[in-house]
């Protein structure tokens, strides 16, 4: 049997009862520290969590990024390389085995931190199409040599110094279903939103370099489309040509959801926040 790999693993959890186990299987007897980082789940996470970890920490969620970042600064870690999961994620087979060849191989002073695929599944079906694979992740790195983005949604680890990407994946498959999905993103819809406003204020003050203008730019005209006109425009791209329709029926409803439901209740939430309606 192969020895663990040297590598300490933190999932975030928050009331992950039917996706956590499969997360914990795929990792408690290949790396050899797992770290549970619970915002007080009130279902069965934690006796779930306790059949394969005793390394389980609990504190308030305050968004993503903060918990992330919370996790780096105030787990006792005790390897130079973190893995980071969320409970409805896991490693593939293959992946797992590069990361083990590569944390032996790899000049570990020169390499901070690794990029690594996801496959995303939604109702049972790889969405593969539609701009949505691949989406590469920054999510094994150096311990104290990365940071999370400080941004309510789509936040993002920033890495100091040198990456490589990997070649196999994370494999994303959420198992609560699409009740729970549509709360989730009504939620995110109302974060995202903020971070538009907070966004293009941002860019307004930084707008020096030739880039920063051309950014400020593209948002700008995006955010004077017609709020109706821009999510179907951006369905209509990534559907027809981002070819998502050869992801089949799960595609569609994936597509039609995130890129233009989704989008659309961004702009209407939006134009609520700016209009001061609560």
Request: aromatic letters at 16%.
């Amino acid at each position: 049997m192969l020895n663990k790999v040297s590598l300490s693993v933190i999932i975030l959890a928050y009331n992950e009862e039917k996706n956590i186990e499969e997360c914990l299987k795929s990792v408690y007897n290949w790396a050899d520290e797992v770290f549970v980082v619970d915002s007080f789940s009130t279902d069965r996470t934690l006796g779930i969590a306790k059949k394969y970890t005793d390394k389980i920490y609990q504190n308030k969620f305050e968004g993503y990024s903060k918990q992330r970042n919370w996790a780096l600064d105030n787990l006792p870690l005790s390897n130079d390389w973190i893995f980071f999961l969320d409970s409805d994620e896991r490693p593939s087979k293959e992946l797992k085995k590069e990361i083990r060849e590569v944390l032996i191989e790899v000049p570990k002073e020169d390499i901070e931190g690794f990029y690594i695929k996801r496959s995303f599944f939604f109702m049972g079906k790889w969405i593969r199409h539609g701009g949505y694979y691949p989406i590469w992740l920054l999510r094994l790195f150096k311990h104290k040599k990365v940071r999370c983005q400080e941004r309510g949604v789509d936040e993002h680890f920033e890495v100091e110094g040198k990456t490589l990407q990997l070649r196999h994946d994370i494999i994303h498959e959420d198992q609560r279903g699409i009740t729970f999905w549509i709360d989730r993103h009504n939620k995110y819809a109302t974060l995202e939103a903020n971070e538009q406003i907070k966004s293009i204020e941002h860019l307004r003050k930084l707008a020096n370099s030739q880039f920063e203008k051309k950014r400020l730019l593209k948002r700008l005209i995006w955010r004077h489309l017609p709020t109706v006109i821009r999510p179907f425009l951006y369905f209509f791209y990534r559907y027809v040509f981002r070819l998502g329709f050869l992801d089949g029926k799960a595609g569609f409803v994936y597509h039609f959801l995130h890129g233009f439901w989704y989008r659309l209740l961004v702009d209407i939430k939006l134009k609520e926040i700016q209009e001061g309606i609560k």
